[in-house]
């Protein structure tokens, strides 16, 4: 029997808006890392993604230029798309080890993007099927997409280093802690763990 438009479970309310999630546990980041290991692009994808604050749309511009010849803690500059802010970007030894593995890989000449696809640089819209395959291929439930990189970087940075939220909300560039701590999905737990505190 057809659905009738306007009546299909799996579509919200118009004007809601549903959050993708961060990936929280380090097990399922590993596991997407080892499903991922024999694909250098996706697996270095996923690696920035989780390692920087950088959106899909970002990501998706890094060229070979930027990142070619780096050491680990060199920074590559790109402008925001959705800010136009100019943002100086550190890389870390996992970002670095990544890069090459990919640029190993496949023959970069000058100006290639560096996720690239049949047709040249691939999209946001296909960073996020990506990541929903990737959640889906390791059974972690919960709502995920593009936007999942950027907060499990977050996600990991304030709870598994305990980074102060005010260097998050430079990072992310919010207004309010309450924001970064909502963006982050971390402010139930934190809220929860007051609660645990015996007097």
């Avoid at 809601?16 to 890392?33: F, L, M, Q, Y």
Wanted: hydrophobic share 30%.
């Amino acid at each position: 029997m057809p659905i009738k438009k306007g009546t299909n479970p799996n579509h919200l309310p118009r004007g809601s808006i549903k959050k993708v999630e961060p990936i929280k546990r380090t097990e399922d980041i590993r596991a997407i890392k080892k499903f991922l290991s024999d694909n250098p692009r996706n697996f270095c994808l996923f690696t920035l993604g989780i390692n920087t604050n950088l959106r899909a749309s970002d990501l998706c511009r890094i060229t070979f230029n930027m990142v070619s010849g780096l050491k680990p803690m060199d920074a590559i500059e790109l402008k925001e798309k959705k800010t136009g802010k100019t943002r100086r970007i550190t890389l870390n030894k996992a970002c670095i080890r990544a890069i090459n593995d990919l640029l190993d890989s496949q023959g970069y000449k000058e100006g290639d993007y560096l996720f690239r696809g049949q047709r040249g640089t691939i999209l946001p819209t296909c960073v996020h099927a990506l990541v929903k395959r990737w959640c889906r291929a390791i059974n972690l439930k919960g709502n995920y997409g593009s936007h999942t990189l950027r907060k499990t970087f977050g996600y990991q940075q304030r709870v598994k280093y305990d980074v102060g939220i005010l260097e998050l909300m430079t990072c992310f560039n919010h207004s309010t802690q309450k924001q970064t701590l909502d963006y982050l999905c971390v402010q139930p737990e934190e809220i929860e763990k007051v609660y645990a505190n015996e007097v």
